[in-house]
């Protein structure tokens, strides 16, 4: 089963920018699905953005406009590219892939957003 790594978040103030990377222990090439997801402190985790075979891309409704998804096939990576991060984005990061034989999950990632 291929392990997830995320790594990238931090402290930031309100405006502020950050870059999540996830890391694949093996090539993302095959694999479908992959996605951002992230769950903050009392509530449900949920789809921050996903990135489909072919390209295309989703976003959910309150990072849309403000985040960007991106693959590396030749790294191994999926990137989030987080601008205009406000007080609400504070969460834990989880990277997903999405597995014929199961889903993939990373540990996770603290994002802070605060002055």
């Known amino acids: 089963q291929v392990q997830l790594v995320e790594s990238g978040g931090g402290l930031v103030q309100p405006g502020g920018s950050l870059r999540l990377s996830c890391t694949a222990s093996e090539s993302i090439l095959s694999i479908g699905v992959m996605a951002w997801y992230r769950q903050a402190p009392g509530k449900p985790r949920e789809l921050v953005a996903g990135?489909?075979?072919?390209?295309?891309?989703k976003y959910g409704d309150s990072v849309n406009g403000r985040f960007t998804i991106s693959r590396d096939r030749y790294k191994n990576t999926l990137n989030l590219q987080m601008n205009s991060l406000k007080p609400e984005d504070t969460a834990v990061y989880y990277c997903?892939?999405?597995?014929?034989?199961?889903?993939?999950w990373g540990q996770g990632t603290q994002v802070t957003v605060s002055s």
């Open positions: 997903k892939a999405v597995m014929p034989w199961g889903d993939s």
């Open positions: 990135h489909y075979s072919g390209g295309t891309t």
